[in-house]
């Protein structure tokens, strides 16, 4: 595999046009090679044009066949790993053993959406039954299932460079529900993208898709982005990153022609409380297990706990001071980019300067070389200071947390009635405070897509029960999810067959059931 | 049940204010009485508190009791049917015959959401155990289920004043959901309306719901249903209507600063392909089936049929004679109002006046009394014609159909590709039309919610595969359904919690599942 610093038009690649742009490493701030072209508007419409065209044929495709698709691409994922794994490494400064850490949940990513696709169960294919005898009128037969939307454009994140990147969850969840993909890469690991396109460009090959499956766009978001959202064959969109990025995409795609679906995930404070008991329990092991959270990753995650919720009794002084420090003995880690870098400081000095906010813990940093590194931060502030100042509900980015100092339990209450849609809500407690505060577990799961009970928002589980979406502004609009089985179904809609003749069904919808799927049959479910 | 021309808030009435707005009858163009009065911006803000404040109680009442509250509005609604119907006729022209048939068909729909809630597998409950021995970290316990969404503001169609309108489909599944419902009426059958709206308050105040799961107000679409639409508590939009009211809703939704779902039906024209075989064993009856579809109700679906696709051999040509004498010994009908009947003769007169097509049925009309008589409106021309006038695909609601003659194959695919999304779309053929002509199925596929063998898509069955809803423009975006037991997943989004105490999770989620609910446990579905 060569870098070439080309975009991947289905099965070929972009002439070079304009000046290059390199990828630059975080940690040094050195250009490295190639320069990157950006694609143009013509090939942003031949993307869209191929992948439309494509999608005749792939979006009836057997899951059998798109099931192989996707293994053949966690297949060849793994072959060029180390290849991967390398030049991520340079791009991102994330360490290795994070880096093979990604590189298996992307290719068991992929692996689960080909089972689950085999399976079958998901589509919810329903029959009822006719019944030409009903009186007044005959009941027809009806049967329906999940079909494709059609060709989806994909936004990578830069702080996932394989699991919500080119061959990320978006994709894989994408392809697997039958719509081809265009992706536009994130331009934090400008390499690492076309590696990982190019092994999606040869699995699609090797499974002889139809050209325009894929394809692969480098380019300003702004325009080679907002050109593939408004385009008219595009009909939907996932994207993982800032809040201002995503909804001008929802804006974009609202106002469109034709609105399409997007599926913005923004990221989120991620609320974490402390009940009483569970602090008068635990208070220096949920300390030390906090800090680990906040500062995983050097804090590049949006589930990172950037918001905590106290009493002020003497569990909650002896929590403060092991947070504390913990806090400051964290070492500084290289971002992901100095832009991101730059946006965590602004975002610490914003809270250091919000009167009533005190910053406990600030490590220093090197502010040379790539000008990336970040040292940990902890800001302590009471009820009263966080419900007057709407800005400290700001996503800091980065290894910080805020906790919050509340006198009383329904001080608590109205502070989480303040909150913002989440990704997650964690509440710290035991059965008794679970039981006692049914009022504001009533309120969190208004709010967010996930709850935590005594664990830590970070580390995001792929499985079939996984939500990683929440209401606004956490997510486009909390309905669905990007981590997860569930993924699947933001890229498909009913589509219902009555009266078919039983050989023009789709063999999931077929009298025999030859695919031997679990279905909803006369209203009840079951594998017939 | 007494008309006092007054919104309903919560268990309340609205006080009158402003200058109030008689319904009329269609039939004669006369004043019914009583005078309605439209709410207030300050009625809006008080139907939006309520319904928050509700949502806190109802959002977690057990499926039992929403579903005992179903079939008490369904069980009102039989009491108060004859009064019920007798209105609903004076505002709309409906036969009895019609309006007993929507009666059942509406409690029907009502006691399905019941059963389907007690029944619980539409909740989606997956389970995914922990593994604490996992490597290299251990897994957490995933449980995940839909959850209702918030305080719902349905939009109730001039159509179907029963099923489609205050307790209709969509307050059903709403309220199914466990959603609050606030109800801006169809200003067709205001008092129609006010006297479902009373059953739905007793109903509510019977099974001792919180104030505020319904409530009711009286106003125009522009200002009140605007000002519902923007509201901050109210969190999903339900509307059955036209394209250009429908797309004011979906932009005013999508330019809050929380974009909200807005689920419009806005109409469909409906395209019916008459291939070869069936054309040649059964024009006759394809012909007068097709009558009685186009006029049915006359023509008053967003599922009529209002463009047909025939070749141009001599059994089209018997088609079509056959076709013209059925319409043209159509006897005219009242339409539901004046407004939607003047709409219905200017897009006749658009149709006639489209050089190419020939009006070859023109039913006359009384332009006496109500104004609101239509007859009804044959038209054909040439694929050409028809490939080249965008405005053909305009749908005239009313009893209108537009028969397009193709003289190839390649050219009715033309076509096809040319439509817009569709609820519906309609293929007579023979099994060896419908495999000779696969590529033509695709095509509809991706266009249509529902495609149709050998029948007509007027009356859709309320059913658990049933899709009433398409790609837009037929729908807000086709990944829903307002028709069957589909449709209670627009008011829901998947809520997940994580090592929860067991204690403290729905009782869908709960280990030993005490509502013995299917299930999907690790991956495999399953009554456990």
Known sequence: MKLEGLSLLGHGRVQPAGKPTPAINPATGAALE???????????EQAARLAARAFAEYGHWPAKRRAALLRRIADLFETHAATIQERAHQETALPPPRLQGETARTCGQLRLFATLIEEGWWCDARIDHADPNRKPMPKPDVRSLRAPLGPAVVFSSSNFPFAFSVAGGDTASALAAGCPVIVKPHQGHLGTSELVGLVVQQAARDCNAPEGIFSLLFGPGRDIGMALVKHPLVKAVGFTGSRAGGRALMDAAAARPEPIPVYAE?????????????LQQNAGTIASS????????????????????????????????????????????IMLTADLCASYRSGVDKFSKTPGVRRVVGVQTDAGAG?????AALFVTDAETFLANPGLMDEVFGPSTLVVQCSSRSQMLAAARQLEGQLTATIHGTPEDFT???????VLQAKAGRLVGNGFPTGVEVCHAMTHGGPYPATADGRSTSVGTRAIERFVRPVCFQDFPDAALPDELKESNPLNLWRLVDGKPGQR
Do not use: H
């Open 290 to 333: 906090l800090q680990a959270s906040v500062t995983l990753g050097v804090g590049q995650f949006c589930t990172n706990p950037g918001l905590v919720f106290v009493g002020n009794g003497p569990a909650a002084q002896t929590f403060l001071q092991r947070l504390e420090a913990a806090m400051a003995a964290t070492p500084p880690g």
């Open 266 to 278: 923004m990221g989120s404070i991620n609320p974490v409380f402390l009940l009483p008991g569970a």
């Open 436 to 442: 006692a505060r049914r009022d504001l577990l009533g």
């Open 371 to 375: 000008q990336a590194q970040a040292g």
């Open 34 to 44: 190639p320069g990157y072209f950006w694609a143009t508007p013509k090939d942003v």
